[in-house]
């Protein structure tokens, strides 16, 4: 017999599919609410820190047959303030929902640097709820030391630090996209080295060996998406070449990266300062895919920092 509070663990009738649940969960402040509002917006039955004890019920719900409000895949999330959360018992529960055959899970943490949940802490004058009598990175720090087995058990982890609500909702259409939107999803980012490397790049390019604009003093003050820049470092001898070999590499690899399942698929162009070189190689970049029919979001990240 199952133990009391758990799902039954069936195997799914006929030929019908798996529904799709994806458990959201990760340090307060990291954004879970937002991810649950993406998911929505893509096509989700999202529900949003509901009682632990109440998942086993809902998964009950979820598995009967005949119900066609129901039909979508479903979205849940779940953190440290969650009624009745406790690290262990959320895994086992998280264990239990996969064994069942009726259900396909994905579990997804989203984390954060320390510093970026103390700003955004300060910046909203919220307490942390692990910390209401306590400096917010007492709190932070708790909280880490709580959700490590659950970070260990996600099947994805997505940093939010640097990450916008509009980057974050693209990556969750890479990874969880509905048939509809299943064709591999493209980011190109640019960046600096200064910054350190995106975390999220699944392949990173190194332009700078090319002229760097910087050093032109009626070209520093402006960026890579600046026409004049562009026709700097397009003049640049290594450019043509180099291009031609980036996109000669990159354009049978994308057919493979789908061949095998991958649904999202980061492309980092990184130099010193991320404003020029990287901006406008990756710019460069991004035309060339999608004259190709590829649909590709294009993001800068460091193009706002200063350029001193």
């Known amino acids: 017999m199952p133990q009391p509070g758990t799902a039954d663990i069936v195997t799914p009738a006929g030929d019908a599919e ?3 649940i994806v458990l959201v969960t ?6 879970r609410s937002t991810a649950l509002k993406c998911l929505e917006d893509i096509g989700y039955e999202a529900v949003d820190n509901m009682p632990l004890d109440l998942l086993p019920h809902l998964v009950t719900g979820l598995g009967q047959a005949n119900l066609p409000a129901m ?27 996969k064994a069942d055959k009726r259900f396909r899970v994905s579990l997804v943490f989203l984390d954060c640097d320390d510093d970026v949940l103390q700003r955004r802490y300060t910046e ?5 709820p692990l910390a209401q009598d306590r400096p917010v990175g007492d709190g932070i720090l708790r909280e880490r030391q709580l959700m490590r087995p659950v970070r260990g058990e996600a099947d994805v982890v997505l940093d939010t630090s640097d990450t916008a609500i509009g980057d974050l909702k693209t990556m969750l259409v890479g990874h969880f996209g509905l048939p509809a939107q299943s064709d591999l999803a493209l980011t190109v980012l640019s960046f600096s080295y200064k910054h350190g490397l995106p975390r999220e790049a699944d392949l990173v390019f190194d332009v700078r060996f090319l002229e760097n604009p910087y050093y032109n003093q009626s070209l520093r003050p402006l960026s890579g998406e600046d026409a004049a820049v562009g026709q700097a470092i397009a003049a640049d001898p290594a450019f043509p070449g180099f291009f031609a070999a980036l996109t000669s590499l990159l354009w049978p690899l994308l ?3 789908e061949g095998e399942g991958k649904s999202y698929l980061t492309i980092a162009i990184g130099c010193t300062g991320g404003r020029h070189r990287s901006v406008f190689v990756a710019g460069r970049l991004a035309q060339w895919l999608r004259e190709r029919g590829r649909s590709v979001t294009l ?9 001193k």
Not at 71 to 97: E, M, Y
Not at 124 to 128: E, V
């Open 18 to 20: 798996p529904r799709h």
């Open 26 to 31: 990760g340090l307060a402040g990291a954004g």
């Open 71 to 97: 039909d979508k895949p479903v979205a849940l999330g779940f953190d440290s303030r969650t009624s009745g959360f406790s690290s262990d018992r959320f895994i086992a529960l998280v264990a239990q929902l």
């Open 124 to 128: 909203t004058r919220r307490r942390h």
């Open 255 to 257: 057919p493979g990266y």
């Open 299 to 307: 993001r800068h990240r460091d193009v706002g920092r200063s350029a």
